[in-house]
């Protein structure tokens, strides 16, 4: 099989997950509601494995960290506050010939004349500016006095809830809160399947510390979170570091790194390393007339804390991890010859069905019954999936499709007819080498727990 090009691949994967149950279009039976998508069995077991394992990384394995959720509605006045209300927004230029709205960025030049990318269309609008938020109404009455807004990132409900957690927490600076949840942004062009959405969900920690200790804090959490790809099956080569020029950060921020990814279309960000300084708690200081300052019981100063923020998107490390482990390759057919293969090289502890379980033939009623006791004897362990449906080659195949690493079969040997030495095993079958190993049924769930976690 030759290799596909970028392309080809985005396409190849798009329809994948839409075939074997990871993502669709929301909506879909309706034409699709653009920028917004719906995860399948596979897709949200897939979520739940990244959302969990960020957690026990950021929070459950750190005495530092402590965790919340918040609300999506928010009072205006936290983003008037933050920000958000006056200056959210992107620059969108129309296109007077196909009626597209584009961002500014998004326009292609040729010959030095800026065009609409999707007709070649030069009757352009000015650039005026665009805010990102959805604004809402609390309540029966649609009026200036109900509006409410989705929230367009989970950060600044940590800072409205600081002084809380602060004081139910007891925690000393430097300590973080962790929130994952969604977000909400119009954005004007989404695009690159779940790349760029209008709703999508973030990974966000506000990491609290002295003013003096910012620049080494953003460092640490830089260097953490690209251990955190890494421990999720990422190829380091394919992640990059920017180094966020002075004029392209936020005016707050003394620091920002961007983590990129080579995605199929191009280099872009998965996720930002923000040092946002004291802004975001001075701001909602002065606005709400609360004193958001910590109290140093050492030194009897009270300050505001600064934060680093590592914000991470959910879906777009989804889309990098799918990207990562599409591959293309030749495996043995049941006649022992090659045939092309599609397998997604999950990390085992991402991958969402982490163990497939096969009766050799269905027809054979005490392979059924073993292989069904093995199934429960696994499930309080991991997600299984058990099949009996077809020759074992092509069962393997659809477990590679999906990525599940580990497949158990049951076979003539698990019932000790050849060899009574072998009664009570099965063979183990990795994904990725296709290589068989004969294992006691008693130590699978010890065995499996210890390469998926
Ligand atoms: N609190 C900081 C913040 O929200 P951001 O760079 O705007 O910073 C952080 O967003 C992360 O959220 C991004 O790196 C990306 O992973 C994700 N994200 C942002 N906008 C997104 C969108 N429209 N669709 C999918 N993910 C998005």
């Given at each position: 099989m030759s290799a596909p090009s970028d392309a080809q691949r985005m396409e190849k994967i798009v329809s994948l997950c839409k075939r074997r149950g990871f993502i669709f279009q929301s909506s879909e039976i309706y034409g699709g509601l653009n920028g917004a998508w719906d995860y399948g069995p596979l897709g949200v077991e897939l979520k739940r494995n990244l959302k969990n394992y960020w957690w026990r990384v950021?929070?459950?394995?750190?005495?530092d960290v402590v965790g919340m959720d918040g609300s999506i509605?928010?009072?205006?006045a936290v983003l008037k506050a933050s920000g958000h209300v006056e200056g959210f927004s992107d620059p969108m230029i129309d296109?007077?010939?196909?009626?597209s709205h584009l961002r500014a960025d998004q326009l292609v030049e040729k010959k030095g004349v800026k065009q609409c990318p999707?007709?070649?269309?030069?009757d352009l609008t000015e650039a005026r500016q665009f805010n990102l938020m959805f604004e809402t109404h609390v309540g029966a009455a649609a009026e200036e006095s109900s509006i409410a807004y989705l929230r367009p990132e989970t950060a600044q409900s940590i800072f409205v809830q600081f002084k809380n957690i602060l004081e139910v927490s007891r925690k000393k600076l430097p300590f973080g809160i962790a929130q994952i949840g969604k977000a909400f942004r119009n954005e004007i062009n989404p695009r690159n399947f779940t790349f760029r959405s209008r709703e999508f969900e973030q990974m966000e920690l506000e990491y609290f510390c002295r003013a003096e200790e910012g620049m080494k804090w953003l460092d640490y959490w830089l260097e953490e979170r690209l251990k955190f790809y890494e421990n999720i099956g990422l190829v380091r080569a394919s992640l990059h570091v920017l180094n966020v020029p002075d004029a392209e950060r936020?005016?707050?921020?003394k620091g920002t790194y961007d983590i990129e990814y080579d995605f199929p279309f191009g280099r872009q960000e998965l996720e930002g390393v923000a040092y946002r300084t004291d802004y975001d708690l001075l701001q909602h200081q002065k606005a709400s007339a609360k004193s958001l300052e910590y109290f140093d019981d050492e030194t009897k100063q009270r300050f505001i804390p600064h934060v680093v923020e590592p914000s991470a998107g959910v879906d777009r490390t989804i889309l990098a991890l799918i990207c990562n482990a599409y591959a293309e390759d030749k495996a043995p057919n049941d006649k022992g010859e090659l045939e092309s293969r599609i397998v997604l090289r999950f990390h085992p502890r991402m991958a969402p069905i982490k163990c497939a379980v096969f009766?050799?033939?269905?027809?054979?009623e005490p392979l059924v019954v073993k292989a069904k006791e093995i199934v429960a004897l696994l499930r309080p362990h991991m997600t299984v999936f058990y099949d009996e449906g077809g020759a074992i080659g092509r069962r393997y195949r659809r477990q590679d499709e999906i990525g599940t690493p580990f497949g158990v079969t049951i076979d003539f040997e698990t019932l000790g007819e050849k060899n009574p030495a072998l009664r009570d095993t099965v063979t183990l079958r990795d994904r990725d080498s296709m290589q068989q190993e004969r294992i006691a049924i008693q130590d699978l769930p010890v065995i499996l727990r210890e390469r998926i976690r």
């Open positions: 950021m929070v459950h394995e750190r005495d509605l928010t009072h205006p296109c007077r010939t196909c009626k999707n007709c070649g269309g030069k936020a005016f707050y921020s009766p050799l033939l269905k027809n054979k």
